[in-house]
């Protein structure tokens, strides 16, 4: 790190520009929703743990899925909170690029995650038989641990493609955390190279990803329809839709965001859309799955029986 960049030690997040007591409005709302994020995504995964009926590969990777998106709220809503009540007071430059390089390992895993969900669909629904013999443990395990490291390698190029770069004051980052393309405007260096490796890396953990999923829901459509039972038939969409809204949730806003080219003029809506995507999206997929899964219902209902009789 050379150049003007030693000098640099703190960063201003702009958040959001709205008065006092509008600050104070969010800050009770979000502290709400950041609380139902943790105990839905809790609920998830102690309701997964706990039953035994639970321990399969579908609900293996909603359980990664559930890990990723309480680091999600716990990377950026705290940080966001700080802001609301203390607007002046700054980041430190290695907690920005800390903050920034965990969102983005989050980031590239939930896509990864996404895309082992939507197989192991394919292969219980479109090749039954073969299930229990393709979605092994050590298949689940391997898959699993290698969208995580897929996830923070991608990050890491990110990140050391940054850090060598010098930045120009004044240095306020005009977003609610230190998002990377919010960051690179601050650059007094030609960013291009950074530019075209976040184009790229949207590309390839979002837009090849989104249509593998895709090809996917087209075999497993065309699979359900083929069902003869309608218990069966049902209970197969019942999954199978609660995934498609998590899926269509989350690639929707980050294909907008970073597919969309916004260098030039970074868009504001862009800022909300994030907003949705790092603190809604993680509160909703607790609830999404719960509400259109029986089986998550069903071992809730028995917990809270069991819970009242002991």
Known sequence: MGGNQTSITKFLLLGFPVGPRIQMLLFGLFSLFYIFTLLGNGTILGLISLDSRLHTPMYFFLSHLAVVDIAYACNTV???????LHPAKPISFAGCMTQMFLFLSFAHTECLLLVLRSYDRYVAICHPLQYSTI???????TLALTSWTLGVLLAVVHLMLLLPLSFCGPQKVNH????????????????HINEVMVLAGALS???GPFFSIVISYVHILCAILKIQSGEGRQKAFSICSSHLCVVGLFYGTAIIMYVEPQYESPKKKNKYLLLFHSLFNPMLNPLIYSLRNKEVQGVLKRMLVKGRTS
Not at 135 to 141: H, N
């Open 78 to 84: 705290p940080q966001m909170l700080v802001n609301l």
């Open 135 to 141: 979605m092994t443990w050590k298949v689940c395990i």
């Open 176 to 191: 609610f955390f230190c998002e990377i393309t919010a960051v690179l405007k601050l650059a007094c260096v030609d960013t």
């Open 205 to 207: 953990v979002l837009v």
